[in-house]
């Protein structure tokens, strides 16, 4: 039994952003589908960029509350290894 490689699926844009979106895809030579997955590939790094400063962040701040210096953080590090 073959499995689908894609699925179908609508969005409902206000007509200004439709024609904006249809003119993006057509100035790029890209079906309105490929810009879709570019878009949301984009999106996608994106998020998990911020998710990777926003834990960054919060390691500085424990490591500052328990004055761990750079060596002891990859002490720790290659513990858990």
């Known amino acids: 039994m073959r499995t689908r ?3 179908a699926m609508t969005v ?3 007509p200004d952003i439709a024609k904006e979106y249809e003119v993006m895809a057509k100035t790029k030579g890209e ?6 997955r570019e878009m949301f590939i984009f999106y996608r790094q994106e998020k998990l960029e911020n998710e990777f400063f926003r834990l960054q962040k919060y390691g ?3 490591a500052r509350e328990m ?3 750079e060596k002891d953080i990859e002490q720790l590090v290659f513990e858990g290894r």
Do not use: C
């Not at 079906?31 to 879709?36: G, M």
């Open 67 to 69: 004055k761990l210096t």
């Open 31 to 36: 079906t309105k589908s490929q810009l879709f």
């Open 60 to 62: 500085v701040k424990k």
């Open 12 to 14: 409902s844009l206000p």
């Open 5 to 7: 490689k894609r699925v």
